[in-house]
């Protein structure tokens, strides 16, 4: 499918647990972003990516792990799964314009 | 502290009228302002977007206003149609275009009523 994936959409963990989250565009952009949305905070940036094998932190980066070995793959990892790391998490890309465009996002919940 | 705010968490519009929906931001650096519109269970969908060297930016029913000094940034959905209800988010990006992120508002949830 063209576009942008996630899988899962649904996660449920448990506390201490590692989850790895996928995100897979098909559109070659450069730029990948990994977002969280929170009640009462909208949505805040965890990781982003300006290439393959080029990632930087976001606003939120402590817990998470990223990495970028092909343009197209961007997985967020939680190395271990805390309650506070319940969230929705979306992934997005960007390519020659400054709009981003986001995958349908994957509801984790850590127990 | 937020830089980018949406000070109303809802609005309630008729159908067939005007809905207008208010961002307010405080980094003087943003200088590319977008719209995004969210379904439940769905990923955030770009709407529209203002150049900050823009006062206005039209596409069809959707109009974005920026008022520079005012720091201020707003959009118009006329007229006000059933789908339309969703949140709606205020982002905005510095001067690398948004490769190193948007900066989101919380959001406004519209109800657009029969």
């Known amino acids: 499918d063209a576009g942008i994936t996630q899988s899962p959409r649904y996660k449920i963990t448990e506390t201490g647990r590692q989850v790895t989250l996928m995100c897979h565009q098909t559109?070659?952009?450069?730029?990948m972003f990994w977002y969280r949305q929170d009640l009462g905070h909208g949505l805040r940036l965890i990781y982003y990516s300006a290439a393959a094998d080029i990632t930087d932190k976001g606003e939120v980066p402590d817990g998470y792990v990223v990495s970028r070995s092909k343009t197209e793959n961007f997985p967020l990892t939680l190395e271990s799964a805390t309650r506070s790391q319940t969230s929705v998490y979306f992934c997005?890309?960007?390519?020659?314009?400054?709009?981003?465009?986001f995958g349908p996002g994957t509801r984790l919940t850590v127990l | 502290d937020q830089q980018v705010k949406q000070n109303s968490p809802s609005l309630s519009v008729q159908e067939g009228r005007i809905s207008i929906l208010n961002c307010d931001y405080t980094?003087?650096?943003?200088?590319?302002f977008l719209w995004y519109k969210k379904y439940p269970a769905e990923g955030p969908t770009f709407l529209i977007s203002i150049s900050s060297i823009k006062d206005k930016n039209e596409d069809g029913r959707f109009t974005v206003f920026l008022n520079k000094s005012a720091k201020h940034l707003s959009l118009h959905i006329v007229p006000s149609q059933p789908g339309d209800s969703a949140v709606y988010f205020c982002a905005a990006s510095g001067l690398g275009g948004g490769a190193d992120g948007l900066t989101f508002g919380k959001g406004t949830h519209l109800i657009i009523q029969p």
């Open positions: 559109w070659s952009h450069s730029y």
């Open positions: 980094n003087s650096m943003f200088d590319y």
């Open positions: 997005a890309s960007r390519g020659a314009g400054n709009e981003q465009f």
